[in-house]
């Protein structure tokens, strides 16, 4: 048999075993997991499939993998496992062959004395496994520079075009949301696009110190030193995620200087400078001095818009420019609040397939907006009402039935009903206790005359509105 | 009056909690339109606040069933390994998320949420974070989980209307296997506050009485309930 036969074969078992698994788990649940599944091909005894994102990888091995395995087996009993990984989309397939081209050249760059252990591929995947994931999307052009940022911009764009290290460390802090991930991300992606044989680790201070203290207790402490120690960039992001914990700093320390002292660069972030930070030991903190600190400052109108502008243009959704100015004049307190609310209100116009407009968006954000959602009572409802139709407050509740009174104290009626819980008992005992019939009555009314009324509809609705605040 | 009192067993009900069984209306069409639109959602967790007996637990059940996802409680998130969680379940339900504001200074809670947030992200894994106030509003210390917590998708369940009021009712009393006439619901709405919490709490005194004194669920029944209910609100 050619192995054209054989995966014509296979195509054939695997089109038989997803139909299988149509009719068990169902049409909805199919739809959703197992037909974005393709075939790749048969590797002596594993069956490699694919899937497009790692969240489904993760899914269809959780849920799936020992039924497709048996179904396989069924069809083939040499089978023994079915392996899942993430195909990439169009996308980041531009970007693996971007990498393997990378790699090429970076095998022709080593030399024997390169430190890696067998070719370059594995060093590539090696830095990988220690390394947080790297969003493509970080980069020093998707990065919306202003007064506030523009320094530590510099620094950053400094380090990842340096060939020698220009200053070690490079310490960026600044407030919570301000950018400080958005740049290091970007000296990574800078750095593996230009000089892809340079070993870049970009990852938190929270996975420094869970690794260290698995190492620790799986006495497996030589690898992790060994992983750190062959950086040729090692970026860590929120270092006050450190403080007070002894023993990680003490390793944070060793590596630190182990990676100074071979020339290597490292990037570090904070919320607070070096000197503020607490629990934080002395020499570490002399360490982190000795670079260059750069702070990031508090956003500014101008920023925070243009700021908008680019997000809207990159996600290509219009946006009116009353909102975006909205935004930027209410959002004040960081970047990620900004950009939260913009995304917030994108999905919210997606889902419900509307237009964006300044009355969605300060729906969407109305939690973000306003501290509380302090309910109206029904006696600042009978003081407006009252006001507004320039009659006494005494009069919702006195027995008058003139119509200068009563219509007004229809209105108010209504208006405890639309927004507040109370039950209409107690609604109509609040109004000189009538019956709760009577507040029935009143917002039948008072929901008819809005129907053929409009200057009476816009004037509920005005209250409404001032009293909603 | 003196009656002889019928002591009755809490049996716990169960309460039907499928998709089939939620009740969809305008203040929670939206909730329910993000649930069902998973896994297609445009970030990691999506945030769902509303009053309590508004269908919050109801919904994470329904997200449960269809993604498997994993289910704690905010209060046990200091006492696990966070990255862990994460990393181990592709999907998760935070039920009662606010628990994680410490009043008394445990800042392990924040700042492990916070550690969650960024590995759902690192991962690219999904949760379901249900609280009564929207996340945007808790008084949490830790400034990096305040601003990740601001940047939630979130989908707040309104205030009820009228007839989700009456709907809810009827299933909460067929929850608890009774059957009920229209004329009792038409009843009870105009004369009781309008919220979640009260539906709840009507439902269960009216089956209390009905149970204890033997009595079908009549019109003076209920008013012997809503009279009592009324006379506890005006005490308090």
């Known amino acids: ?469 | 009056m003196n009656r002889a009192h019928q002591l009755t067993f809490d049996l716990v009900h169960r309460s039907a909690l499928s998709r089939e069984d939620f009740l969809i209306a305008p203040a929670n069409q939206q909730a329910v339109a993000w649930i069902d639109k998973w896994p297609d959602w445009p970030s990691q967790s999506l945030a769902i606040s509303g009053p309590p007996g508004s269908g919050k637990t109801h919904l994470a059940h329904v997200y449960m069933a269809k993604s498997g996802a994993h289910l704690i409680d905010g209060s046990q998130i200091n006492q696990i390994n966070v990255r862990d969680l994460v990393e181990t379940n592709p999907t998760l339900v935070i039920d009662n998320a606010e628990a994680v504001v410490s009043e008394d200074g445990a800042d392990i809670h924040e700042e492990n949420l916070f550690h969650i947030l960024n590995l759902l992200k690192e991962t690219g894994h999904h949760a379901v974070l249900c609280s009564i106030t929207p996340p945007a509003r808790w008084k949490v210390k830790l400034a990096d989980l305040k601003s990740r917590l601001n940047a939630l998708t979130h989908v707040a369940i309104a205030d009820p209307d009228e007839s989700l009021l009456a709907a809810v009712m009827v299933k909460q009393f067929a929850d608890r296997q009774l059957r009920i006439d229209h004329g009792v619901i038409d009843y009870i709405l105009p004369r009781m506050e309008r919220s979640f919490r009260c539906v709840h709490h009507i439902v269960t005194a009216i089956d209390a009485l009905a149970l204890r004194e033997h009595r079908n669920i009549t019109i003076p029944l209920i008013r012997q309930v809503l009279d009592t209910l009324n006379q506890e609100e005006l005490e308090i």
């Open chain 1, 1 to 469: 048999m050619t192995s054209e036969q054989g995966h014509d074969l296979t195509v054939n078992q695997w089109t038989d075993i997803s139909s299988r698994l149509r009719t068990e788990i169902g049409e909805a649940a199919f739809q959703s997991w197992i037909k974005p599944i393709s075939l790749s091909h048969r590797d002596g005894d594993i069956i490699r499939i694919t899937v497009p994102t790692r969240f489904m990888s993760d899914w269809v091995n959780a849920h799936y993998s020992d039924r497709l395995t048996a179904l396989w087996r069924d069809q083939d009993a040499s089978i023994k496992s079915v392996d899942v990984t993430v195909l990439p989309d169009r996308y980041s397939q531009a970007r693996n062959e971007e990498r393997e081209n990378c790699t090429a050249l970076a095998s022709s760059y080593t030399g024997p004395n390169r430190r890696q252990k067998g070719n370059s591929v594995q060093g590539e995947d090696k830095a990988s496994t220690i390394s947080a994931p790297v969003d493509p999307r970080f980069t020093f052009d998707s990065f919306v520079v202003g007064k506030p940022n523009e320094f530590a911009y510099a620094a950053a764009r400094r380090v990842a075009e340096a060939d020698i290290v220009p200053f070690n460390p490079l310490f960026l802090y600044g407030g919570v949301g301000l950018g400080k991930t958005h740049l290091m991300l970007a000296v990574a992606n800078h750095i593996r696009k230009v000089s892809p044989q340079r070993n870049v680790v970009y990852m938190s201070a929270e996975k420094f110190m869970h690794r260290f203290i698995r190492a620790l207790q799986e006495k497996n402490t030589v690898d992790f030193k060994d992983q750190f120690r062959s950086v040729d960039v090692l970026m860590i992001d929120d270092v006050q995620f450190i403080c007070g914990k002894e023993s990680t700093q003490e390793e944070f320390f060793h590596t630190f200087n182990a990676l100074v002292d071979q020339g290597r660069q490292i990037v570090v972030s904070a919320d607070k400078s070096p000197s503020y930070l607490e629990g934080m030991e002395e020499r570490l903190v002399s360490r982190l001095n000795c670079g260059l600190v750069a702070d990031i400052h508090a956003t500014t109108y101008e920023l925070r818009l243009g700021i908008l502008q680019s997000k809207a243009e990159r996600i290509g959704v219009e946006i009116p420019s009353k909102v975006m100015e909205f935004l930027a004049h209410k959002v004040t307190s960081n970047v990620r609040d900004l950009e939260g609310g913009l995304n917030r209100v994108v999905a919210h116009a997606q889902l419900i397939g509307r237009e964006i407009t300044l009355e969605t968006t300060q729906e969407v954000l109305h939690d973000l907006l306003r501290a509380n959602d302090r309910r109206v009572t029904i006696e600042e409802i009978q003081k407006q009402v009252s006001q507004h139709f320039n009659i006494r407050v005494s009069d919702m509740q006195s027995a008058r039935r003139a119509r200068a009174v009563a219509r007004p104290r229809q209105v108010a009626m209504y208006l405890a009903k639309q927004l507040t819980a109370r039950s209409l008992p107690e609604i109509g005992r609040k109004f000189g206790g009538r019956d709760h019939t009577t507040v029935m009555h009143a917002v039948k009314r008072v929901d008819e005359l809005r129907e053929y009324d409009p200057m009476f509809a816009e004037d509920v609705e005005l209250l409404r509105r001032m009293l909603e605040g």
